[in-house]
């Protein structure tokens, strides 16, 4: 907010929201500029304010934003998003300090961070600050040998996790005649399972994890095709796809606590990433660890399907059905 104050010791104040700084809009501050007498035109109207000469206004001795206490400051950034926090750290030492405060940062982390960190890092960050453990939580962190991966998402603060094919149980995976393992740079762990043909499809997994309680959901990663570049442009090659036609694939989820889900649909699109819904669980417990199970099949041994890429399994938060193609 500016205040002006007139040749008549009159004060004016003028409300100016500070999206430039990273605020939300109903937030705004109080900068004070006083206004030399002297050079004052004498006129009684609003527009004469707004075509003041440079010279006429100079600073006041009155506190401004840098003498907040950083304890004051903290308590309002721990409102904020982590983006606006980190372009409000810039505006003044106060702020740059009470950026870094533990109290802003474990409101962002999730509520049983300190079991996750057992899990994921083990002692590793144990004497880091709750902002260096939250920007390392916002990446991908590999655990489990490198087959599982896990991260917070920035904008909800959920915990997100994915499994590559690495970490599951395929049946006939070491038979090169039915399975190979082929790199891909569309993958989040640069290589996929690719099925060049089988009778029987069984793909399973299963991960005991402390997920902070809610709603998750489910999905295989899966492509029907091969993709690779040529000349620079992706091209899939899906002349060996076939029998996912005849019937459906059958998906299962189930846990320890004794949620069970079953969904089946058939395998149609060709050359492109797909996120098939297995099902959903819920954690009513933050603070207990919950063993999840998953499986893929198709055992119709009828007939033979081939042709399919098997990157990973994803554990979302269930909101997230909408951004898929984030993941």
């Given amino acids: 907010m500016y205040s002006v104050r007139t040749h008549r010791s009159h004060t004016i104040c003028i409300p100016i929201p500070l999206h430039t700084i990273g605020f939300p809009s109903l937030l705004c501050t109080r900068i004070r500029m006083q206004i030399r007498p002297n050079l004052i035109p004498p006129s009684n109207h609003m527009g004469s304010l707004f075509s003041l000469p440079a010279a006429a206004i100079a ?34 030492r106060a702020f740059r300090g009470a950026s870094s405060a533990d109290i802003v940062w474990e409101s962002k982390l999730p509520v049983n961070y300190e079991d996750l960190l057992a899990r994921v890092f083990e002692r590793e960050n144990a004497s880091f600050c709750k902002r260096d453990i939250y920007a390392r939580f916002c990446k991908a962190n590999s655990f ?54 089988t009778w029987w499809l069984e793909v399973d997994g299963e991960i005991e994890f402390p997920f902070p309680a809610g709603s998750y959901s489910i999905f295989f990663r899966l492509q029907l095709g091969r993709a690779h570049q040529r000349f620079g442009r992706r091209v899939c090659n899906t002349e060996h796809v076939h029998g996912w036609d005849k019937k ?28 098939y819904h297995a099902g959903d669980f819920v954690v009513s417990s933050s603070f207990k660890s919950i063993k999840v199970k998953f499986s893929m099949t198709q055992i119709d041994c009828t007939h033979t399907k081939g042709g399919l890429c098997v990157d990973s399994v994803q554990i979302l938060p269930a909101k997230f059905k909408g951004r898929l193609q984030h993941f």
């Fill in 59 to 92: 600073p006041s001795q009155e506190p401004g934003l840098g003498d907040l206490p950083e304890s004051c400051v903290a308590l309002v950034l721990g409102h904020l998003e982590p983006l606006q926090i980190c372009r409000l750290a810039t505006l003044n």
């Fill in 144 to 197: 489990d040998g490198g087959s599982k991966k896990v991260w917070v998402d920035k904008r909800s603060g959920n915990i997100c996790m994915s499994v590559s094919s690495n970490g599951l149980t395929i049946n006939g995976i070491d038979d090169r005649r039915y399975w190979s393992r082929i790199p891909s740079v569309e993958s989040r762990f640069s290589s996929v399972a690719y099925l060049q043909q």
């Fill in 248 to 275: 459906p694939v059958r998906f299962q989820v189930s846990t320890s606590d004794g949620q069970q889900a079953t969904k089946q649909c058939y395998l149609k699109e060709q050359g492109r990433w797909i996120h």
